[in-house]
């Protein structure tokens, strides 16, 4: 089975720095995997996903994730915050078990950004 | 449009009893999932339906029934609530079982059991 580690539970960093939050996951065959964010009091959103391609994959608001095999790992960093993106962060990879997707996430990282 | 909404938002009960949260999504998806977050934010899936079929199930006690009255609809039973279920739930839904799909959350329900 697949699981996936997020090595940092909290990251406090200044507004307008930069930020890394660290992802591994359990090797396999075939890897699909996801960032989702959780603003406070509200269901997950997807940020990015990796599924093949291109290693580098962005999201819409800035931020972007690696797929580095060797490492097993699927960091996720953005070059300059906004107070807007204090949340919680998960990792998560995808597996497909008996005709079915199943995510397994990591345990997260809150992110607070402050001023 | 609320993509994917739970019923109710807070729910707030006694040991023993039996309660259920209600699950809806207007994505046209033909897959839902239940998932139960802690109080510690691990999120942890408990099942997955396809066409109102149950196609996982994580060694969830049997006091939990999901229900799915149709490919729009799942819904969650528990009976004889315990203190340890007092937990975030979160129902998701996506198009087709595919490991690359894109799950799409609820809102999320709090349940606090006293």
């Known amino acids: 089975a697949q699981s996936v580690t997020q090595l940092d539970s909290q990251v406090p960093v200044f507004e307008e720095a930069p930020v890394e939050l660290r992802c591994n996951y359990s090797?396999?065959?075939?890897?699909?995997l996801f960032w989702y964010v959780q603003y406070p009091n509200q269901g997950l959103q997807l940020l990015l996903k990796?599924?093949?391609?291109?290693?580098l994959v962005e999201s819409i608001n800035g931020f972007e994730a690696e797929f580095n095999k060797s490492q097993t790992s699927f960091h996720l960093r953005k070059p300059s915050v906004h107070i807007s993106d204090t949340a919680e962060y998960f990792c998560?990879?995808?597996?497909?078990?008996?005709?079915?997707?199943?995510?397994?996430f990591g345990q997260g990282t809150r992110l607070t950004i402050n001023p | 449009d609320t993509a994917v909404s739970q019923t109710p938002k807070y729910l707030v009960t006694q040991m023993g009893n039996d309660k259920s949260i209600k699950c809806e999504q207007n994505?046209?998806?033909?897959?839902m999932y239940w998932y139960k977050q802690d109080s510690k934010k691990f999120l942890k899936i408990m099942f997955s339906?396809?066409?109102?079929?149950?196609?996982i199930n994580e060694t969830v006690p049997n006091r939990f029934s999901p229900k799915s009255p149709d490919k729009a609809h799942l819904n969650l039973h528990i009976n004889s609530l315990e203190l340890g279920d007092s937990a975030v739930y979160f129902c998701?839904?996506?198009?087709?079982?595919?490991?690359?799909?894109?799950?799409?959350f609820g809102p999320g329900t709090r349940l606090t059991v006293l």
């Open positions: 998701a839904s996506s198009q087709g079982t595919g490991p690359r799909n894109e799950q799409f």
């Open positions: 090797s396999s065959v075939s890897v699909y």
């Open positions: 990796y599924l093949s391609g291109s290693t």
């Open positions: 998560a990879v995808s597996e497909g078990i008996q005709g079915a997707q199943k995510l397994v």
């Open positions: 994505l046209g998806h033909d897959t």
């Open positions: 339906y396809n066409n109102k079929e149950l196609i």
